[in-house]
C-alpha cells in the first residue's frame, strides 16, 4: 500500500519538513543546529557538572555517545510527538473516502527519518575528529536502525488513531517521552542500570530504544562486537509494534469521520 502511494508519501514527508522549519531565518539549519545545541547542553549538565562517562572514555567520545543516542532517541521521540495531532488536525482528508489516511504518520516519521539521517553523518565526522578510523562494519549499524523505525511507525499510528477519541493523549505523550528518554541508556551505559537499580532492569530492558542505543554505539564509536540476541528482539519489538499499530489504525479508521 504505501509503495503504491509512494509519490504522495514523498510530498507529504518534504511538506512535514517544510512546515516544521516555516517562517524561521535559517530554515532547514536548524536540523542541524538544533541537536548541536542540545548536545552542548547535556554535555556541560551530565559530561561536566555530573562528569557522567560511559567506559571512562574522553570527553569528546562521551559527548558523541550522548549525540547519537539522542540520534536514535529523537526518530521516535519527533515521531511520537506529532502523532495525536495528525488526524484531528487534517479533517478534510478524513472526510475523503479515497484519501490514504495512513501515510499521514508515515510522512511524519520519514521527515524525522531524514533529521536522524543528518545527525548521524555528523556522528561519523565527529568519529573521524576523535582519530578513529571508519570501517565497513558501520554498515551493520542499519538492521539496528530499520526496528527502530518500525517502532516509530507503530507507535505513530496507535498514538495517531487514539489521538482521535482521546484529545487528552498529547499531555500522555509529553510525560512518556520523557521517562522514555532516560530510560534509553542516553546518559549512561545500560550496565549502570544493572549495577545501581538491579530491581528496575526487568522493565528497563525491556526498551528497544535503549538496546538500538547500546549496539550503535559498539559499531560506530567503540568498534565492538554487538550482541545478537539484542539484533533479534529489537527486529521481534520492531515489526511487533508495527503489526499492532497498523491494524489498529485501520480499525478506528472507519469510525474518524463520526467522531471528528
Given at each position: 500500500?504505501?509503495?503504491?502511494?509512494?509519490?504522495?508519501?514523498?510530498?507529504?514527508?518534504?511538506?512535514?519538513?517544510?512546515?516544521?522549519?516555516?517562517?524561521?531565518v535559517?530554515?532547514?539549519?536548524?536540523?542541524v543546529?538544533?541537536?548541536?545545541?542540545l548536545?552542548?547542553?547535556?554535555?556541560?549538565?551530565?559530561?561536566?557538572?555530573?562528569?557522567g562517562?560511559?567506559?571512562?572514555?574522553?570527553?569528546?567520545?562521551?559527548?558523541?555517545?550522548?549525540?547519537?543516542?539522542?540520534?536514535?532517541?529523537?526518530?521516535?521521540?519527533?515521531?511520537?510527538?506529532v502523532?495525536?495531532?495528525?488526524?484531528?488536525?487534517n479533517?478534510?482528508?478524513?472526510?475523503?473516502?479515497?484519501?490514504?489516511?495512513?501515510?499521514?504518520?508515515?510522512?511524519?516519521?520519514?521527515?524525522?527519518?531524514i533529521?536522524?539521517?543528518?545527525?548521524?553523518v555528523?556522528?561519523?565526522?565527529?568519529?573521524?575528529?576523535?582519530?578513529?578510523?571508519?570501517?565497513?562494519?558501520?554498515?551493520?549499524?542499519?538492521?539496528i536502525?530499520?526496528?527502530?523505525?518500525?517502532?516509530?511507525?507503530?507507535?505513530?499510528?496507535?498514538l495517531?488513531?487514539?489521538?482521535?477519541?482521546?484529545?487528552?493523549?498529547n499531555?500522555?505523550?509529553?510525560?512518556?517521552?520523557?521517562?522514555?528518554?532516560?530510560?534509553?541508556?542516553?546518559?549512561?551505559?545500560?550496565?549502570?542500570?544493572?549495577?545501581?537499580?538491579?530491581?528496575?532492569?526487568?522493565?528497563?530492558?525491556?526498551?528497544?530504544?535503549?538496546?538500538?542505543v547500546?549496539?550503535?554505539?559498539?559499531?560506530?564509536?567503540?568498534?565492538?562486537?554487538?550482541?545478537e540476541?539484542?539484533?533479534?528482539?529489537?527486529?521481534?519489538?520492531g515489526?511487533t509494534?508495527?503489526?499492532?499499530?497498523?491494524?489498529a489504525?485501520?480499525?478506528?479508521?472507519?469510525?474518524?469521520a463520526?467522531?471528528?
Amino acid at each position: 500500500m504505501l509503495w503504491i502511494h509512494r509519490r504522495l508519501l514523498w510530498q507529504f514527508t518534504l511538506r512535514n519538513l517544510e512546515m516544521r522549519h516555516k517562517g524561521s531565518v535559517l530554515g532547514f539549519a536548524w536540523a542541524v543546529l538544533n541537536p548541536l545545541m542540545l548536545l552542548a547542553l547535556y554535555l556541560f549538565v551530565f559530561g561536566f557538572i555530573f562528569g557522567g562517562s560511559f567506559h571512562g572514555e574522553s570527553r569528546w567520545e562521551y559527548g558523541l555517545g550522548i549525540f547519537l543516542g539522542l540520534s536514535i532517541f529523537h526518530l521516535v521521540a519527533e515521531s511520537i510527538a506529532v502523532a495525536p495531532n495528525l488526524i484531528t488536525s487534517n479533517p478534510n482528508f478524513v472526510k475523503k473516502v479515497v484519501f490514504p489516511l495512513e501515510i499521514l504518520p508515515v510522512a511524519a516519521v520519514g521527515a524525522a527519518l531524514i533529521h536522524m539521517a543528518i545527525a548521524l553523518v555528523m556522528v561519523l565526522i565527529g568519529v573521524l575528529i576523535a582519530g578513529h578510523p571508519i570501517s565497513w562494519s558501520a554498515v551493520s549499524v542499519l538492521p539496528i536502525i530499520i526496528p527502530i523505525v518500525l517502532l516509530a511507525l507503530g507507535l505513530a499510528w496507535t498514538l495517531s488513531a487514539l489521538g482521535v477519541f482521546f484529545r487528552d493523549i498529547n499531555q500522555l505523550v509529553i510525560a512518556g517521552t520523557t521517562a522514555l528518554m532516560f530510560a534509553s541508556a542516553i546518559f549512561y551505559p545500560a550496565s549502570r542500570v544493572i549495577e545501581k537499580a538491579p530491581w528496575a532492569w526487568p522493565v528497563i530492558r525491556l526498551n528497544p530504544i535503549l538496546h538500538a542505543v547500546e549496539a550503535a554505539r559498539d559499531i560506530l564509536i567503540w568498534d565492538r562486537a554487538i550482541n545478537e540476541l539484542d539484533i533479534v528482539y529489537l527486529h521481534v519489538a520492531g515489526f511487533t509494534v508495527a503489526l499492532v499499530g497498523f491494524a489498529a489504525f485501520v480499525r478506528c479508521k472507519r469510525a474518524f469521520a463520526d467522531v471528528m
